[in-house]
């Protein structure tokens, strides 16, 4: 089983700032790896595939990048609505997810 | 607009049975991989179930084998999850999704709002 492991668990950050959420597997994914927003009492929602292309109708605020092991998911001008635990997800073989990070606003 | 509503979640004693389903409109379900993923209270989210276009490539989480059972209707546009032996452990909220990529790899492109199954005595 591929373990996805992410990082930091919480992460405050000020609106109007930067946000950077890590990712990382346990062996080589290529790019296969996929990011989520979870908001509060909602379902998940795509926000990138490929480990760095943008789902549809995504902000150009949310980038992705990375691939083998390591991914990161780049946040910019952060607004309130960005609060959520956001998770990656390799589907290279069958199918895990990281265990979240979770997106405050200072 | 995509919608996927399911339907089904409820309360049901261990080792007991449940049925999920899940109507999808707004895209080509009958041109779709669908999956079931699903979310314990309070906990990270877990792949459960896959089946392709046609329903004839099925696959399923080690734990959950023998035990559910994923088919669709293309003629209805729906997705099902039958669940039997269910365990405390299968406690949670499972989501339909719209997955999209190839049969070497799958990502989660649409989700449903998600049926709570609790499993409980």
């Known amino acids: 089983e591929i373990m996805m492991t992410q990082s930091p668990a919480t992460l405050s950050v000020s609106p109007g700032e930067t946000a950077t959420l890590s990712c990382w597997a346990s062996?080589?994914?290529?790019?296969?790896l996929a990011w989520y927003q979870q908001r509060p009492g909602r379902a998940p929602r795509l926000l990138i595939y490929?480990?760095?292309t943008r789902a549809t109708g995504i902000p150009a605020r949310f980038s992705g990048s990375g691939s083998g092991t390591d991914f990161t998911l780049t946040i910019s001008s952060l607004q309130s609505e960005d609060v959520a635990v956001y998770y990656c997800?390799?589907?290279?073989?069958?199918?895990?997810f990281g265990q979240g990070t979770k997106l405050e606003i200072k | 607009e995509v919608q996927l509503v399911e339907s089904g979640g409820g309360l049901v004693q261990p080792g007991g049975s449940l049925r999920l389903s899940c109507a999808a409109s707004?895209?080509?379900?009958?041109?779709?991989?669908m999956s079931w993923v699903r979310q314990a209270p309070g906990k990270g989210l877990e792949w459960v179930a896959n089946i392709r276009q046609n329903g004839r490539a099925i696959y399923y989480l080690d734990s959950v084998k023998g035990r559910f059972t994923i088919s669709r209707d293309n003629g209805k546009s729906s997705l099902y999850l039958q669940m039997n032996n269910l365990r405390a452990e299968d406690t949670a909220v499972y989501y339909c999704v719209w997955a999209e990529g190839t049969s070497s790899g799958l990502y989660f492109q649409q989700w449903g709002q998600g049926a709570l199954v609790t499993v409980s005595s």
């Open positions: 062996q080589n994914i290529g790019s296969t």
């Open positions: 707004g895209f080509s379900f009958s041109s779709s991989w």
């Open positions: 997800q390799q589907y290279s073989f069958w199918y895990t």
């Open positions: 490929g480990a760095s």
